[in-house]
């Protein structure tokens, strides 16, 4: 999915997607970016929990700007419904990734790139005063 960022977005909830439309733009004009849309339903879950962790999550990635860490775009709420707008982070996930190796693991240089990026984005989250856990 493709949406001018900064936006408003127009979503159409229904099986996990959104639609979005530029009805808003910067002075320095707009930019296109793929994004993703965590959709989630205050009803559907304990309340305080999915309220708390949700704030949370919103609070702690709008803190951080880092290449390594998905950006948070825009929050969202239509009634008992929130909308993250995060950056997309395209290829699946680690542990597929490494799993689809020819070898199964991955090579040296590979791994200690990965390394690099991962201990880069955690020095960056800790200056912050944000811990992974």
């Given at each position: 999915m493709?949406?001018?960022?900064?936006?408003?977005?127009?979503?159409?909830?229904?099986?996990?997607?959104?639609?979005?439309?530029?009805?808003?733009?910067?002075?320095?004009?707009?930019?296109?970016?793929?994004?993703?849309?965590?959709?989630?339903?205050?009803?559907?879950?304990?309340?305080?929990?999915?309220?708390?962790?949700?704030?949370?999550?919103?609070?702690?990635?709008?803190?951080?700007?880092?290449?390594?860490?998905?950006?948070?775009?825009?929050?969202?709420?239509?009634?008992?419904?929130?909308?993250?707008?995060?950056?997309?982070?395209?290829?699946?996930?680690?542990c597929?990734?490494?799993?689809?190796?020819?070898?199964?693991?991955?090579?040296?240089?590979?791994?200690?790139?990965?390394?690099?990026?991962?201990?880069?984005?955690?020095?960056?989250?800790?200056?912050?005063?944000?811990?992974?856990?």
């Amino acid at each position: 999915m493709y949406l001018s960022i900064p936006t408003e977005i127009r979503l159409k909830p229904g099986n996990g997607e959104a639609q979005g439309e530029n009805t808003r733009h910067e002075e320095k004009g707009r930019r296109e970016a793929r994004v993703a849309i965590k959709i989630i339903d205050v009803e559907q879950g304990k309340k305080d929990y999915v309220m708390k962790n949700l704030t949370r999550e919103a609070k702690v990635l709008s803190m951080l700007q880092h290449p390594s860490i998905v950006r948070l775009y825009e929050t969202i709420r239509c009634g008992s419904v929130y909308y993250l707008v995060t950056e997309l982070a395209t290829g699946g996930d680690l542990c597929t990734h490494i799993k689809e190796q020819p070898a199964g693991k991955l090579d040296e240089n590979t791994a200690r790139l990965y390394a690099r990026q991962l201990v880069a984005a955690l020095k960056h989250m800790h200056s912050k005063g944000v811990v992974h856990r």
